[in-house]
T-cell receptor
Framework: LAKTTQPISMDSYEGQEVNITCSHN???????ITWYQQFPSQGPRFIIQ???TKVTNEVASLFIPADRKSSTLSLPRVSLSDTAVYYC??????????????FGTGTRLKVLA | AAGVIQSPRHLIKEKRETATLKCYPI?????VYWYQQGPGQDPQFLIS???????DKGSIPDRFSAQQFSDYHSELNMSSLELGDSALYFC????????????FGSGTQLSVL
């Protein structure tokens, strides 16, 4: 399983763009990258996923360079409600054809007024 | 939209007692994952099931067992409870081969006294 490394914490101000970079040097060819957000005492919530290049949805963008050894989650114009823990996961095929979702140490983002 | 349902929401047990946590996945979802999250910790993968068969195993203690039933709901059985088992237990479901996003329930807060 590819190990992920993210910053432990980040602070930002409302209205700013936040970029959280995750390194995953041992990512395998068939693995893909996904990001989850978690608020205290709640289950993680899917944000975005991708395999390579750039993916954008209504809440975030995900940038993955050609070598796929890292990925960057970009949150445009954060608000106080974006204060949460953000997890980068490298999703790998498990046995029986399903996938393995292993959480590493997430990034605690604090958005300040 | 239907979400993942977990019950009970809170559970208080004494040491050495047993506990059963239940998870009802989103309709049509065929894969269930169990995670344990201690205070201030990141979610730890315990076990997963696909089409009622165990698909992957993580750091699940031998005192714990789980299964997925014919209606796809899953139960996590915990015996000989220890103080260290106090944690938030999350269940997540996905629709394998269709949409690999994990959808998490609100969790069961287990307190072992």
């Amino acid at each position: 399983l590819a190990k992920t490394t993210q910053p432990i914490s980040m602070d930002s101000y409302e209205g700013q763009e936040v970029n959280i970079t995750c390194s995953h040097n041992n990512i395998a060819t068939n693995d893909y990258i996904t990001w989850y957000q978690q608020f205290p005492s709640q289950g993680p919530r899917f944000i975005i996923q991708g395999y390579k290049t750039k993916v954008t949805n209504e809440v975030a963008s995900l940038f993955i360079p050609a070598d796929r050894k890292s990925s960057t989650l970009s949150l445009p114009r954060v608000s106080l409600s974006d204060t949460a823990v953000y997890y980068c996961l490298v999703v790998t095929g498990g046995t029986s054809g399903t996938y393995k979702y292993i959480f590493g140490t997430g990034t605690r983002l604090k958005v300040l007024a | 939209a239907a979400g993942v349902i977990q019950s009970p929401r809170h559970l208080i047990k004494e040491k050495r007692e047993t506990a059963t946590l239940k998870c009802y996945p989103i309709p049509r979802h065929d894969t269930v994952y169990w995670y344990q999250q201690g205070p201030g910790q990141d979610p730890q993968f315990l076990i997963s099931f696909y089409e009622k068969m165990q698909s992957d195993k993580g750091s699940i203690p031998d005192r714990f067992s789980a299964q997925q039933f014919s209606d796809y709901h899953s139960e996590l059985n915990m015996s000989s409870l220890e103080l260290g088992d106090s944690a938030l237990y999350f269940c997540a479901s996905s629709f394998t081969y269709r949409d690999e996003k994990l959808f998490f329930g609100s969790g069961t807060q287990l307190s072992v006294l």
